[in-house]
């Protein structure tokens, strides 16, 4: 391996050279971060300013490259360079439109550049340039689970790309319930007019389709491997099995819905002519569009009662809005008017959410439903048919609406098989002495749900839940994905959706499984972190076999081998070093972010004496929120102390206790950690960092008393992206802390 050669490069450019000494700068690379090469030029981004720092990388063998500009969010294309390191220290973003320009901040702001220039140099010395293992190739193959309309459009359009499809389907049909439907509404204009059910016509394509193998009364009996070599054994009813080979899973096992019979005040469970919406559809299907009761007598009145055990906090009941409910009443009551019938939609709130949704409001209007704004007290038998009885909001007043069919739009309940962190969860709830949840929890686990996938993992045989049983991550940060790499989810097993949404949802499950695939083939971490190509090691001599990092990571990552010690699967992994922080005795490490890449960051700070007036804090902030927050922070020219030091970290999760030990051991005055949202609304894109970073900081009291510091010097922030003004202010608050409480008693 070539000898370690650190190339500094600063640049003049967006103000820089105004604001800065950047003949200083370069003079601290070379003498304090003992750069080989260290050039200054006007604009570094430029063609000219990469042809020469790419010449020193071709001629004069420059391997470690520190570019001291703007943010390492910013100009990624113009600064990529094969085969070296990169560092960036940010002196736009960070410095000089954070700080005001005037002759009194000029010092302090310096200062800051000098610090920075020193911390990138820092962390290059301490940097590897990771590899692709090669430990697997590319496999064009992907299994599908579920076998309706969001399945099938997985399958179509994972095969318009070239790729094979496994497509598994429990039952002896493809359809799903969209395979239920009588009618349905257009995917494109008019919209306020009812169409024909093409479900029939995607099976066929599908069954049609050369790439496509369909296993119908088939389900996944194991699945084991890692994104690009899965290894899958499909079971059919006949007890015969098949075991294939995928590159990515997509799971599309769609919901069924809620139990009426939970519901009997609205009669649910004690009259047939009281049903769930699919069960209405089903009868007017089976009728030809008829409207029937249940001793085959011609309805003519039928009431539909939307958010019928949803959207309620009542125990037991769904307290989320189940989205397609009141489009399809709308439909199913337009199916009344055009049988002659009269059609009535009570509701609290009426949502019709798309491009189409008011012109299918608009048409039930036009074909005669009326619409009551109301809320039901209760259904019961009255002579041969059923009264309802709801409180007239427009009227103020109870009162009573005959019917033949009352149809509960009840909500949907997602097909996700067993909460793996169902026993995590219920110790948590205790823990904080919530007694409800833990007895809503525990009755979970008790009721017997069968398995999907049948994982072979450590961490437990299906997808986790994220909240109320559907299995997705986050909605803004991880569209489609789940805390299994290379496992996708779409359609309603995801969150609560229409048909229309489904076909959507299933192509970006698709196009995900793919980007999986292409990635693992490479070697190279799925989203967030997507081409970074370093996975974790560990000295094996050093490690204690404690299985932290086994239980903590959120991607089931890590499994023990037969002595004890970690096993990783890179695959699996997501590179969030969440493994790397929970390690006590640090010997896990990524090779180009380490405990010692951060550590020695920090230490490469200036540490003014006691009596300089001049704090330092140290603020650790997550790549994803929070430090794209302090960017846009500069970029207003929000300003902020020139006498904190940030360090971006991959997740608050790989923050490693030492760090904030060292931090104040250098006489750091105070310790940040800025980190997502935790808890059950989560933003955190690695899902428990935040939360495991919290706990961590927790039990770091005891070595603040330890070493006779106040509490208050290490503090732990849930911030969003948004934060644009309040980071800055927390920053700001803390310099005041610091001057109430006094300096650090380890300063030298």
């Not at 971060?33 to 071709?58: P, R, S, T, W, Y």
């Not at 790499?485 to 299933?506: L, N």
């Not at 428990?688 to 503090?715: C, F, P, W």
Request: charged fraction near 25%.
């Amino acid at each position: 391996m070539a000898d370690m050669k650190i190339g500094a490069y600063i640049c003049q450019g967006c103000g820089i050279g105004d604001r800065l000494d950047t003949a200083q700068l370069a003079n601290v690379a070379k003498r304090e971060g003992k750069a080989a090469v260290a050039k200054e030029h006007e604009f570094l981004c430029n063609a000219e300013g990469v042809k020469m720092i790419q010449d020193d990388i071709d001629n004069d063998g420059v391997n470690h490259v520190v570019i001291a500009a703007c943010s390492r969010r910013a100009k990624t294309d113009a600064f990529s360079f094969e085969g070296v390191t990169l560092s960036r220290a940010n002196l736009r973003e960070g410095v000089i439109w954070v700080r005001p320009d005037t002759d009194e901040a000029r010092e302090t702001t310096q200062e800051m550049g000098d610090d920075y220039v020193r911390m990138a140099c820092a962390e290059s010395k301490y940097m590897k340039m990771p590899a692709a293992s090669g430990e697997q190739g590319l496999l064009r193959h992907l299994l599908v689970v579920g076998g309706g309309i969001a399945g099938m459009t997985a399958a179509l359009e994972a095969a318009k790309t070239g790729y094979t499809v496994d497509l598994v389907e429990k039952s002896g049909k493809l359809g799903g319930v969209a395979g239920e439907m009588y009618k349905k509404y257009p995917a494109k204009a008019p919209y306020d007019v009812l169409a024909d059910n093409t479900t029939g016509e995607m099976i066929a394509a599908v069954e049609g389709n050369s790439a496509i193998t369909v296993h119908l009364n088939t389900t996944v009996a194991s699945t084991d491997g890692a994104p690009g070599r899965f290894s899958v054994t499909l079971a059919t009813e006949s007890g015969s099995s098949n075991d294939i080979t995928v590159g990515a899973i997509i799971q599309a096992t769609g919901f069924h819905p809620y139990d009426i019979a939970k519901l009997p005040e609205l009669g649910g469970g004690k009259s047939p002519d009281v049903m769930d919406q699919l069960a209405f559809e089903k009868m007017v299907k089976a009728n030809g569009g008829a409207i029937k009761k249940a001793d085959g007598s011609d309805a003519r009145n039928v009431v539909f009662v939307q958010c019928a055990g949803q959207r309620s906090d009542t125990e037991g009941h769904l307290p989320y809005c189940s989205g397609h409910c009141c489009m399809t009443s709308i439909k199913q009551a337009r199916y009344v008017k055009d049988a002659g019938g009269d059609a009535t939609v009570i509701f609290d709130d009426l949502r019709t959410p798309g491009a189409d949704g008011e012109d299918v409001y608009r048409g039930g209007q036009e074909a005669g439903v009326a619409f009551s704004k109301g809320t039901v007290k209760g259904v019961e038998a009255a002579g041969s048919g059923l009264k309802v009885s709801y409180n007239d909001k427009i009227l103020a007043d109870d009162t009573t609406i005959d019917a033949d069919i009352v149809v509960l739009a009840t909500g949907m309940v997602p097909a996700s098989g067993p909460n793996p962190y169902i026993a995590q969860d219920i110790e948590a709830a205790e823990k904080d002495g919530n007694a409800d949840l833990t007895a809503k929890l525990k009755a979970e686990q008790e009721a017997p749900v069968t398995s999907i996938l049948n994982l072979q993992y450590r961490q437990g045989t299906d997808v986790p839940h994220l909240k109320n049983g559907f299995t997705d991550s986050h909605f803004i940060c991880f569209p489609y994905e789940t805390r299994r790499t290379g496992i996708y989810t779409a359609g309603p097993v995801r969150r609560p959706m229409d048909a229309h949404q489904a076909i959507e949802d299933a192509t970006g499950a698709a196009l995900k499984a793919i980007q999986s695939c292409e990635n693992a083939a490479l070697g190279r971490a799925a989203h967030p972190r997507s081409g970074d190509l370093s996975f974790p090691t560990f000295r094996v001599e050093g490690c204690t076999q404690c299985k932290r990092c086994t239980v903590e990571c959120p991607f089931g990552a890590i499994n023990e081998d037969e002595k004890g010690y970690p096993q990783y699967n890179e695959a699996r992994c997501r590179r969030c070093g969440t493994c790397m922080g929970a390690c006590p005795v640090r010997v896990i490490s990524f090779e180009n972010y380490s405990v010692e890449t951060v550590g020695q960051q920090l230490k490469a700070v200036d540490m003014p004496d006691e009596f300089s007036e001049k704090p330092r804090l140290l603020v650790l902030a997550c790549e994803n929120d929070a430090y794209p927050a302090l960017d846009m922070a500069g970029m207003t020219h929000q300003e902020y102390s020139a006498y904190a030091r940030i360090i971006p970290v991959r997740c608050l999760g790989s923050v490693n206790t030492i760090w904030i030990t060292d931090a104040l051991n250098s006489g750091y005055d105070g310790v940040m950690l800025m980190g997502c949202q935790k808890g059950d609304n989560y933003q955190c894109h690695f899902v428990k960092g935040s939360e495991m970073a919290h706990y961590r900081m927790s039990k770091i009291d005891d070595t603040l008393t330890q070493l006779n510091l106040e509490k208050e010097r290490v503090q732990t922030y849930e911030v969003s992206i948004t934060d644009i003004q309040r980071i800055p202010q927390i920053i700001n608050d803390m310099e005041k802390l610091i001057g109430e409480i006094g300096m650090s008693p380890f300063k030298f």
